[in-house]
RNA sequence: GGCGGCAUAGCCAAGUGGCUAAGGCAGCGGUCUGCAAAACCGUUUUACAUCGGUUCGAAUCCGAUUGCCGCCUCCA
């Protein structure tokens, strides 16, 4: 089995072989931190999230960089707005990114580098280009020569000729050509500033990301990854600096994930139509939201719309309730039990279920159609469930067809509660009402049933559903639960 | 203007040359139940945008057409 990957620089799928045997170096452009992060960081997160859940799943080490642009224009501008010095506005929401990631599940980086702890090997960086010719000063500024380097735009697919037509006119008088970029800006006063030889400035935005992958993960790497937006010119840019200043080859794999849009359109802030993750939440719980993320191909479009999301719950829903009935059958889930990394390295004969998700994934990680094996393999276990779950002998098939559910499910950071939490939390209705009265009604009701009054019965049943609630009638008693409230 | 992507049933979404075109959601019928709920089984008129072409054979390859979208400017 080979895991094949999408390449954004050939567009092509290709066969993943990592430079180093079973270690993989990744970078994914991380956020900027002047604002809450909305529902398209959090799919860009989670797809890479998955690809590293896997790739360690598969065997292989990995490190993983993931980095924070902690000083930037629209950093200084909002700080400006707010009053605060850009470090404390840069911290806050650091803090709320981790806060809003743990809440999706998404695992942290090995290594999260902050731009303003890398000044040194940045103002490097912009030296080596300078000497090497490929940049140059003006007053303060460091510009880099987008003519030096001869493949710049192979990444993008684009043509300096093309691009100049379509540039804006507003260009800096000063650039040599209008595709010209910065590497380092002159200070302004109150701006966040360093020594460097060009005098006191701060770094552009796109030599961050090749000074820092570059010196936590060698001149070149394996993957690199990112939204799609960043292929222009931010990755083209990074790309350039990095090649020209290493002279080797930068990224061997460039990953993009798709845009989401909003209810079929763009999100933006003019629109109004922007969600951070802090809305989701509120609406959706996490564990939805994720399955929702992956349930399309990480490099296609996708909606978020009401229906989708109503959707994704049904079938978490689904599968949940189906973990639940094992728990009752056989006995909760042993957590220590948990997914020994790596998962699949051994057990793959091409036919067992692992096997098929393993096929599906290394197919440049396609989750939707791994989603679709789960709900295979929970109609499957229902099935068993229906059956006779007594039998010793199915007990140990259904503790089997668990453990295979829930590794793959795990690689794609779902299923990882215990379903009586989280039916618990998803199933909520409202929060005023008492165990205790719910209870008493059963009884009542179980008594009105004993006697054959249905009449009675189903009127409490009815009150019950009223409140949100709904029964169960089970062999061996009547279970109730929260009515699903739909966002 | 330049570059690129997408179009699969009521909705979401896999499948990129060859058995009855995955899976989910919703609806309907059935089994179960006192009735329900949950689960299971079945089902939802011709589901592969249109028109040509290549091929023994195409949703899948090629061309044209229509429609939608993204990037080219900060953006995950």
Redesign the pocket.
């Known amino acids: 089995m080979t895991l094949k990957l999408y390449n954004s620089a050939t567009?092509k799928k290709e066969v993943f072989k990592p430079i180093k045997n079973d270690h993989v170096g990744i970078y994914v452009?991380?956020?900027?931190v002047y604002d809450l992060c909305?529902?398209?960081?959090a799919?860009?997160a989670i797809v890479f999230d998955m690809l590293i859940r896997y790739l360690r799943a598969r065997g292989m080490k990995v490190t993983y960089v993931r980095n924070f642009?902690d000083v930037?224009?629209?950093i200084i501008k909002r700080a400006k707005e707010m009053a605060e010095e850009t470090s404390d506005l840069a911290n806050r929401y650091i803090k709320t990114f981790y806060e809003d990631m743990h809440t999706l599940g998404v695992l942290d980086a090995d290594i999260e580098p902050r731009a303003t702890e890398h000044i040194n090997d940045i103002i490097n960086m912009v030296k080596i280009l300078v000497e090497k010719g490929f940049a140059y000063v003006i007053d303060s500024m460091v510009y880099f020569s987008v003519e030096k380097f001869k493949t710049y735009g192979a990444l993008?697919?684009?043509?300096l000729e093309?691009?100049i037509?379509?540039?804006?006119i507003d260009v800096d008088e000063n650039k040599k050509h209008p595709?010209d970029?910065v590497l380092w800006k002159g200070a302004k006063p109150g701006e966040p500033q360093w020594d460097s030889p060009w005098g006191k400035g701060r770094p552009g935005?796109h030599i961050e990301c090749s000074a820092m992958s570059c010196k936590y993960l060698g001149n070149t790497f394996d993957i690199h990854g990112?939204?799609?937006?960043?292929?222009?010119?931010?990755h083209e840019n990074e790309r350039a600096q990095a090649m020209a200043a290493n002279g080797v080859n930068f990224a061997n794999y460039w990953m993009?994930?798709?845009?989401?849009?909003v209810e079929?359109?763009?999100?933006?802030k003019s629109l109004g139509n922007f969600i951070t993750i802090r809305d989701a939440i509120r609406l959706y719980h996490p564990q939805v939201l994720r399955l929702f993320l992956l349930?399309?191909?990480y490099r296609?479009?996708?909606?978020f719309?009401k229906?989708?999301l109503?959707?994704?719950k049904?079938?978490l829903?689904?599968i949940y309730?189906?973990l639940q009935?094992l728990d009752e059958e056989i006995g909760p889930y042993d957590a220590s039990n948990k997914i020994k990394i790596p998962a699949f390295k051994e057990a793959v004969n091409g036919k067992d279920f692992k096997s098929t998700f393993l096929g599906?994934m290394d197919?440049?990680l396609?989750t939707?159609?791994g989603?679709?094996?789960?709900?295979?393999k929970?109609?499957g276990i229902?099935?068993l469930?229906?059956k006779s779950p007594t039998i010793d002998k199915i007990k140990a098939k259904l503790s089997k067809e668990r453990n295979d559910l829930l590794s793959c499910a795990n690689i794609l950071g779902l299923l990882e509660e215990t379903p009586a939490k989280f039916l618990e939390n998803i199933l909520r209705g409202a929060s005023d009402i008492k165990k205790d009265e719910v209870e008493k009604l059963i009884r009542e009701?179980n008594e009105a049933?004993s006697i054959?009054d249905?009449?009675a019965?189903?009127s409490i049943?009815d009150n019950l559903c009223d409140m949100g609630i709904?029964?169960?009638?089970?062999p061996d008693g009547?279970v109730w639960r929260f009515k699903t409230n739909d966002a």
């Open positions: 567009r452009c991380g956020v900027t909305h529902i398209g960081h799919r860009s642009t930037d224009d629209k993008s697919g684009r043509k093309d691009m037509a379509g540039a804006r595709m970029f935005w990112g939204g799609r937006d960043l292929i222009f010119p931010h993009h994930n798709g845009f989401l849009t079929s359109e763009k999100m933006s349930s399309k191909h296609s479009p996708l909606d719309s229906t989708s109503s959707e994704a049904s079938g829903i689904k309730r189906t009935r599906a197919d440049d396609n939707a159609a989603l679709g094996l789960i709900f295979d929970v109609k229902n099935r469930l229906d009701r049933r054959k249905w009449a019965a189903d049943r709904i029964l169960e009638d089970k009547t």
